[in-house]
């Protein structure tokens, strides 16, 4: 939609044809951030982002910075606000309010949109493009390949836009879900009695026994495994390191940012201020209570010991076991539940000063087929206005 807005504002001369496989355009955008879509974010770089060359990423963004993002919603009606960690939502806190003011702006400039219509292939002619579609054929002279990745694939980005660029001689780098909860083996660990539990908490990647990333952020217990935040950011890595037939496994420290001197230091000082508190009481100060109880389950440890009696090695293990606790990884829950693709058309195939393909003239591309995939907070959206505006000026070029 953006894509289409932009250029007939920037091409009034050229006709538009907008085709969407669903029957109601935008279902990303109302599902999003809680319903309430997250359109971008205050401060937006190439380092929120993974995936394809970070000089391309960074050449797009910047050439349709956040501050252009709040001036064209605005000028559509939808004024934003910040929340926490720089998100950026409408006022209105209703994700409707967005995609009904960019549908009704395609309107106003003229763009034709035809919805609930499959493109089934896209054939390069000496002329342009053949498109074939659910409902016929149609010729274009030039084509924007939108299509999406293959997250949440009831919304029509179900990875076909993958096979149409494909056979227009692109090369497609494996995709995986992308911000997406993980599950963990039911036999392994104690998600199932902590569900619905949140806490902060530090997420390690380990690849072939190696310490590969560390994120921080608020981690959420389910039924299944693990999601919240920090969970989802971390899922592409884990994904992208399985896909590679390497050996990944992830642990969580509850105590972010500290090693486990630290925390052992903390242990000890606290025992000599409160010889007379338990130890589960003690816990309970580092991590909810519900947390701390099936931790030490698990040790097992009895957290009615007071501290003045709890040995060395008791105490040493449990501050191992709040630095580096192992979480048995078993898959993700795909991608009727991803919010992001990781993997795509490969970016080193795209001229990023105009989104056209370097393989296929007359073929850009915009937006998540592309092999880009930011974390969460608003990134990914702000990746396809920046995307679309780059490719509307192209296809004037």
């Not at 919805?115 to 924007?144: K, L, N, P, Q, Y």
Request: aromatic share 6%; glycine share 10%; hydrophobic share 45%.
């Amino acid at each position: 939609m953006a894509a289409a807005i932009f250029t007939r504002r920037l091409h009034p001369h050229r006709s538009v044809l907008l085709i969407d496989t669903a029957k109601r355009p935008g279902a990303k955008i109302l599902v999003s951030g809680g319903s309430r879509c997250n359109v971008t974010n205050a401060v937006v770089s190439d380092g929120d982002f993974w995936g394809g060359r970070r000089t391309v990423i960074r050449r797009v963004l910047r050439a349709f910075p956040v501050r252009d993002t709040i001036a064209f919603f605005r000028e559509l009606g939808v004024t934003l606000h910040e929340e926490a960690d720089g998100k950026l939502f409408p006022d209105s806190n209703r994700a409707r309010d967005v995609l009904e003011a960019l549908l009704a702006e395609a309107r106003r400039a003229g763009v034709t949109l035809v919805a609930d219509c499959r493109v089934e292939d896209v054939v390069r002619t000496d002329s342009g493009f053949d498109v074939a579609t659910s409902r016929g054929g149609i010729r274009a002279s030039r084509v924007v390949l939108a299509m999406g990745g293959q997250s949440l694939p009831k919304s029509g980005s179900d990875g076909s836009g993958f096979a149409v660029a494909r056979r227009l001689g692109h090369t497609i780098v494996p995709a995986t879900p992308g911000l997406v909860p993980l599950v963990l083996r039911d036999d392994s660990g104690m998600h199932r009695e902590l569900s619905g539990v949140a806490h902060r908490a530090t997420l390690s990647l380990w690849v072939d026994g190696k310490r590969e990333i560390d994120l921080t952020g608020s981690l959420l217990w389910t039924h299944f495994g693990i999601s919240g935040p920090v969970t989802l950011n971390l899922s592409r890595h884990w994904l992208r390191a399985t896909l590679d037939g390497r050996a990944a496994a992830l642990s969580v420290s509850f105590c972010p940012e500290q090693a486990f001197e630290g925390v052992d230091s903390w242990w000890v000082t606290r025992a000599a201020e409160r010889p007379h508190a338990s130890v589960h009481q003690s816990l309970a100060t580092l991590v909810p209570a519900s947390v701390a109880t099936a931790l030490l389950k698990r040790l097992p440890l009895d957290g009615r010991t007071t501290l003045a009696h709890f040995s060395r090695d008791d105490r040493r293990r449990l501050a191992q076991a709040l630095v580096r606790w192992p979480l048995a990884v078993e898959q993700s829950r795909g991608y009727n539940y991803a919010e992001v693709t990781a993997g795509g058309v490969s970016l080193d195939e795209i001229d990023p000063s105009t989104m056209a393909s370097r393989v296929c003239p007359g073929l850009f591309l915009a937006g998540e087929i592309l092999d880009v995939d930011g974390r969460i907070g608003g990134f990914n959206f702000q990746w396809a206005w920046s995307s679309a505006r780059v490719c509307a000026a192209g296809l004037g070029a």
